[in-house]
């Protein structure tokens, strides 16, 4: 990982560099308008692993926005060595324009007040918020209770999170990995009132818990059928989220986990913050001949098509630390006598990993993917996929292995993709009643739009683990 | 459909039918404890067309709860004639337990307070709301305006809707088809602050209108990399929301239409409300031998697997009536000659329905799905199935056709599946540049769980019609 001191040192050498002072002359750019950024280099298939800490730096020019990311000033490589912090390798190879600053601006100061503003919207509690915190990391919330801590590459890490039944309990442990910047590390500053509603307590500064009501109906029933009687009963939804924001340069990554009544707990990631774009020379769509693999989402700028992928490492204990993985297949069943007048029916046939089962039932927790259980579309040789090999599914299960804790690796700055999920996973090892770990990765791949110009709408994916035949009924009467 | 008057004269014919009587005496019933309610019957290969409209009638046992569906006389089949009013069929084969009365309420007066409960929590807004509703049923909120209309089969019909941009417009239309009951028909008055928050405006008392506001981020940015400045800007998500809720019998079903200040529309349904079940002699999994095709959710009580499938009509008109259907695929592309150290990069071919087109970017609206664009498990040639031929697939695109408003055909009860938008399509229409109608089926295989007893919890499913490239920016700012 590159440490903050790291960042904000290679940033800034370009800036007395003076083959880059020249290039800024020679495109006409006033240099105190510029600020760059320092981009992990990856890995290409060189045969040598290389010892040399190393990232590529790219510049972006300010001048009448403060959206630079809008802004980036093409045709110079420049590559620094971290760990002696110079610049080992400068090329300036042509001239792109740089997009226009017009239309970049998202702060509203610089906005006229736009006719969608509503008028003010609260969520108030006025006896204030039900859950509580203990020695500033336990929560409790009704019959939930978990520990909240923060890692400066995972996030949030919520652990032993357990909900009560009359003699269950269960424990989940989700690690948040942010391969090399760290989402922790990149943790911002909430605002309040915005980044959280108005009823959120913050647990440092960048880890915010809130109650959340948003005006949706948990359980209802309206019931006529009984003669004389008029029955009504609605349950609204209100739940607890657990926020934090990562910002890695120009994306922000809105993490939150949201802990219902009913036992399910959702995870949601959502995107938002400003798309990495290239400088080009068209302005028009009629212009462009060739693949550029990119949508032209504003004059002279290219949003490129690329891929988030999030993997959560699911530590689940669901009654006791043997647990087994539960594959429930849907299958049609024909009927092929005269037993019935129809002609099929579906069933559920679960089969349990490695070894087949007789169960009739799923006892536990279910996962239930969101929109959004997306595979790679890169080819298996290609060496970003190899780095990342752990996307090839979206399910893995491994048996606990105290260090088989990051699905890319421990070191993942221009990794070979040696030390991932999908290498370890290669042992076959028995995970039928054991303690086992299951890794979820989900993603978007992502078609940049003009809508995204200058700056993204939330686009947000989720998955839900919910209690399936766990608890002996409803927990919310 | 069936009329109110003729489901409440249907339910209550067994309590007056001799052989009932005898029945429910049998069994060692209480009569004044019985509730009956009517099913359609369906079709299952008969030659002939039935001339008459019948119903089943399943009947219920009430004593110590109001839970009817989870205490199902078994064992008695009725057939009732609806015109003549009258049973023209009734058998007695067996007699099965019914289920218990005990954990079945729902209701807060007979349970103790949850330890859940949470202090009150409320979405204000104190200067009112932002939208407003002319004449009744035209809403205009921000750049938005639409016109809220009721159906008696299909609830609310959103009609009209427009967003309008520098000179952009568009229009969409929405059906939502319920077949035998009539989502309008069987609409429910809504309890305020409960089936909608505090802030929402009825319209009349089976509609509210809200804004939503749930803590949730719209977009926003922190920017750090600019010498000298801190920068965060972070603008909160609110939308406004139409709902109606339907009691279709023991279901209820939840109906949201979103409209998003990003130009989003999002299409919910929420299923709650009780589970149809039957009673079984079952108390314990572990007696299962045979395949019962559900899940035993308490002693006696058989949930069944059943499907839910949902479809919408939408008459999209993006800007003007003429419009294409373009499918949007994500394609790898392998690198062949050394002009990139990578292996792939992965590209956007699009393709209009039809005809190939060389479409470098989709201009309009895109439809994302949710996690449930559900395919059917039953084989073609099920009855339920060819009654149901629009659920084999989730998207079809026809040209516009007054007389085509209803996916499962103008008349559904006893349909052979001979009106059906599988039907229509197999005339294979021209669709290019034609005013044409989206039908979007999307649903659930809904296995029941211990959960789901006494009353499920809201299970929801949803699809977004996104504006892509569609604004020139984003429209939020």
Redesign the interface.
């Known amino acids: 990982m590159l440490t903050l001191q790291e960042q904000t040192a290679t940033?800034?050498l370009p800036l007395s560099y003076l083959p880059f002072i020249s290039s800024i002359k020679k495109r006409g750019l006033k240099l105190k308008e510029v600020?760059?950024?320092g981009y992990p280099v990856g890995w290409?298939?060189e045969k040598r692993k290389s010892t040399n800490r190393m990232v590529k730096v790219i510049c972006?020019y300010?001048d009448g926005t403060?959206n630079?990311y809008m802004r980036p000033i093409e045709g110079i490589t420049i590559i620094v060595l971290i760990d002696q912090m110079t610049i080992a390798s400068y090329i300036d190879r042509l001239i792109v324009p740089v997009p226009k600053a017009n239309?970049t601006?998202?702060?509203?100061s610089k906005?006229q007040r736009?006719?969608?503003?509503?008028?003010?919207?609260?969520?108030?509690?006025?006896?204030?918020?039900?859950f509580t915190l203990d020695d500033g990391n336990t929560v409790r919330w009704?019959?939930w209770k978990f520990h909240v801590a923060y890692d400066m590459r995972a996030g949030i890490i919520i652990s032993l999170a357990s909900m009560f039944d009359a003699e269950k309990e269960n424990f989940v442990v989700a690690y948040f990995d942010a391969g090399e910047f760290g989402f922790g590390l990149c943790a911002?500053?909430l605002?309040p009132?915005?980044?959280?509603?108005e009823?959120?307590k913050k647990m440092p500064n960048v880890i915010c818990i809130?109650?959340?009501?948003?005006?949706?109906?948990?359980?209802?029933?309206?019931?006529?059928?009984?003669?004389g009687?008029k029955?009504?009963?609605?349950?609204?939804?209100?739940s607890l989220?657990v926020r934090m924001?990562s910002?890695v340069?120009?994306y922000?990554y809105?993490t939150d986990y949201e802990f219902k009544?009913?036992?399910?707990i959702k995870v949601m990631v959502?995107l938002?913050?400003?798309l990495e774009v290239r400088g080009s020379i068209y302005t028009h769509?009629d212009q462009?001949k060739a693949?550029v693999?990119s949508?032209?989402i504003?004059e002279n700028t290219l949003g490129a098509?690329h891929d988030h992928f999030f993997t959560y490492h699911l530590d689940l204990d669901v009654d006791g630390h043997e647990n087994s993985f539960v594959k429930?297949n849907?299958?049609?069943?024909?009927v092929i006598n005269k037993s019935s007048?129809?002609?099929?029916?579906?069933?559920?046939v679960s089969e349990t990993a490695e070894t087949e089962s007789d169960a009739?039932?799923q006892l536990g927790y279910c996962l239930?993917?969101?929109?959004s259980a997306t595979s790679p579309?890169?080819?298996d040789?290609?060496?970003?996929?190899i780095r990342g090999g752990f996307t090839k599914y979206n399910v893995w299960v491994t048996p606990y292995n105290k260090s088989e804790k990051w699905a890319g690796g421990l070191y993942t700055d221009q990794s070979h993709g040696d030390d991932t999920l999908a290498i370890w996973s290669l042992r076959d090892r028995e995970i039928k009643n054991k303690d086992i770990v299951l890794w979820y990765t989900f993603g978007v791949?992502h078609?940049p739009?003009?809508?995204?110009?200058?700056?993204?709408?939330?686009l947000s994916t989720s998955f839900e683990l919910k209690?399936?035949?766990?608890?002996?009924?409803?927990?919310?009467?």
């Open positions: 940033d800034e600020a760059c950024q290409y298939g972006y300010l403060i630079l239309g601006d998202y702060m509203g906005l736009s006719s969608h503003e509503s008028n003010s919207i609260k969520i108030v509690q006025p006896d204030g918020p039900s009704g019959d911002v500053e605002e009132s915005k980044d959280c509603p009823n959120a809130f109650e959340r009501y948003a005006g949706d109906i948990m359980w209802r029933h309206t019931e006529d059928a009984i003669p009687k029955i009504r009963k609605v349950r609204p939804e209100v989220v924001v910002t340069g120009n922000d809105i009544q009913s036992g399910t959502g938002t913050g400003l769509n462009i693949e693999y949508t032209l504003a098509y429930n849907l299958k049609t069943r024909r007048p129809r002609k099929s029916y579906w069933t559920v009739k039932i239930i993917p969101g929109g579309l890169l080819s040789n290609d060496y970003p996929q791949h078609v739009k003009q809508e995204d110009f200058p700056i993204m709408p939330t209690p399936t035949n766990f608890f002996q009924h409803n927990p919310v009467l």
